[in-house]
């Protein structure tokens, strides 16, 4: 990997930290029939006390290192900081997959310095891969550099889907409707961090979800624009705790991708 990383003291402890933090939420996995698992917002909307104890040891590693840090977690909200730098985590992302008993889920943490991700890392124990980005200093899997695929097309290539019930159901079958009428197929595994990392790895032609939160996309996206692709503004609202709409791609799927979108929501109004 590109020196920065390992002379970015913030950057090596993150890496450590979401090894270890992986670790334990595979040993979880590895009896998830045992997990009590609760819903939030809706049935789909789950969480364990994986995700909680996951979420913790980050918490707690990375505040006892930098304690200054602000640090937003998925379970456990803003803690606000002082330093210029806020962490934004996500301890198990594809909760619903991992307390079905599905590999698609992993872990993601972010670094934000004022409003600019400084760097990213995802990592899916199951398949041991880490990925990792620094702003400027590229993108990588499991130590190897990484980049969009630019031969991808939407009537060839495969779209990460993000659907959940936090927008109008009408805004995800639209889209569908729209990228199957242009000759696309789309995917959807339940974590967007892991479909928005297989974007920056060249497996996917790009990403769109109508509402996603920061915690699960923050780290993907810089990898995204570290491996040479194009992310829309995000959050467009600015706020970390509100998120919002995610589109993402290589950089010649930029304008098709945003018009299939376009297209979706214009037919979901109507
Ligand atoms: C999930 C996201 C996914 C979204 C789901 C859920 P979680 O995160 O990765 O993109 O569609 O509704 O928010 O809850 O597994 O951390």
Known sequence: MSPEFDSNPRFTLARAVILQAGQLAADYFSRFQDLTTETKQNGQDVVSAADREVEDIIRKAILAAFPDDGFLGEEQGMSAGTSGYTWVVDPIDGTSCFVHGLKDWCVSIALM???TCAFGLIFQPEVDELFTAMAGAGAYLNGQRIQVDENARIDTGLLGLGANFRIPLAEVVCFVDA????????????SGALMLAHVACGRLAGYYEPHINSWDCMAALCLIREAGGWTADFPTSGDLMVGGPVIASAPQLRDPLSALVAQSLKGAKE
Request: charged share 15%; glycine share 26%.
């Open 113 to 115: 310095q004022g409003e």
């Open 179 to 190: 990228l199957m009428q242009a000759g696309g197929m789309f995917i959807r595994n339940g």
